[in-house]
């Protein structure tokens, strides 16, 4: 198991930027898969962008490239996910998430596949 812990939500005005951060403690294997979900109230969580613990490997939602960066530093077992140009309906909660795994495989983007998650942390964008 993969424990996980974010920090950096906040208000911010539309425009602005934000990075979030998930520190990751326990084994963590090359495959892993890193990845940033939201869930924005009455909606259903969705997927924000993913990267593997080892190589370059991305992936992001279309409503969030060219905005969005994920990122990690495997010295500090941390990920990260940059936000820029923030709009009004990034607003949400956005959760990290661990899909372990043996295989090198696609990163998910369906919440369901994701074995452990962070506590979640609040993001408002103001217009």
């Known amino acids: 198991q993969v424990q996980l812990v974010e920090s950096g939500g906040g208000l911010v005005q539309a425009g602005g930027s934000l990075r979030l951060s998930c520190a990751a403690s326990g084994r963590i294997f090359s495959n892993y898969v890193m990845g940033w979900f939201r869930q924005a109230p009455g909606k259903e969580r969705e997927f924000v962008a993913a990267?593997?613990?080892?190589?370059?490997?991305?992936a992001y939602a279309d409503s969030v490239k060219g905005r969005f960066t994920v990122s990690r530093d495997n010295a500090k077992s941390t990920f990260y996910l940059q936000m820029n140009s923030l709009k009004p309906d990034d607003t949400a909660v956005y959760y990290c998430?661990?899909?372990?795994?043996?295989?090198?495989?696609?990163?998910?983007?369906?919440?369901?596949?994701?074995?452990?998650w962070g506590q979640g942390t609040q993001v408002t964008v103001s217009s």
């Open positions: 990267i593997r613990w080892v190589g370059a490997s991305t």
């Open positions: 998430a661990v899909k372990r795994t043996i295989w090198y495989i696609d990163p998910p983007l369906d919440p369901a596949p994701y074995d452990d």
